[in-house]
């Protein structure tokens, strides 16, 4: 089973991204070796195993592209860190991926745009703990893993923000959550920070109760279609086409589940009850909820807000060069178009 999970680490990528920076990501004319320029080339979009993304299929499937007179290539990447060197490099011209993970490349001078949110995570990043702790106070002193730099790890130092406490006030490991969650289930942890599937694992095989999630802070952990910015500069025709496309896939989905569960727990690898699962612990996001996204805000249903706030913690870890621009990267005029008609 295709492990319908996200890595969304920046702290790879870095030495990479510096080398980009410096000599450039593109060629004259368009996208980089890989990517597509002229208009009658596909759009590449790239995606990886996490839930929202495989929405792309049913868009596919359904033959929405072609509805809409666009021609897209999908490209699959399991590996989730693979999809965010290839749209950096400028392999492909867009790529799913979340905020946080939008942030490296833009602090290293790679020009991106966000055009479209595909889903929040709503509980499918969560605290787990022993079953005897019942609030975030209660880990005081008390061993918590998760990866450091990653989402999981902005969730975990919200939820102790949100409760007056610190990392100092717990005894932090750094682990990967592929060792963080078999480390709760063989007793090792009193809590970990686990993203699905790993998170009802353990839930289920070591006893744990969810003591905070995704769910508590809406907007946190945002999924995106971010293009090179190029692409959009070159082909926004296209890229309205593919917007309108995934809006009318995700009605679709919406008005046949059941039938959708199945196609996309083939394209998974998994069954229809597991894939609905992870379908739960998202929340697609409608044209009515980009348009909020998109919009300035001091909470985090705003993107920039999000932004601004994930930026201060990378770069508190040394993981990004310090920002000041939060809303220049973010392109909502396709959203505002689908929304309009």
Known sequence: MRRMGRQRMVMGMLAALLLLAGCGTTTEGGSGAGGNSGSGDPVTIALSPWPGWYMWYVVQEKGFFEKHGVDVKLEFFPVYSDSLQALAT?????????????????????????????DNSHGGDAIVSRPEYDTIPDLRGKTVATELGTVDHLLLLTALDQHGMTEKDINFVNMTVNDAGPAFIAGNTDASVLWEPFQTKAVNEGQGKVLFSSADVPGLIPDLLVFQEKVVEERPEDIQKIVDAWFEGLAYFEENRDEMMELLAKQAETTPEDFALGIES??????????????????YTSLSYTAEKTAE??????MVDAMDDFESFLEPRFVQAAGSE
């Open 90 to 118: 400028g392999k492909v011209d867009a790529n799913s991926q979340t905020l946080s993970d939008t942030l490296a490349p833009l602090s290293k001078g790679i020009k991106l745009k966000a055009v479209l949110v595909n």
């Open 313 to 318: 913690f990378l770069h508190g870890l040394g």
């Open 282 to 299: 998202i929340r697609l996001f409608s044209i009515e909820d980009n348009l909020a996204a998109f919009q300035p805000g001091d909470s």
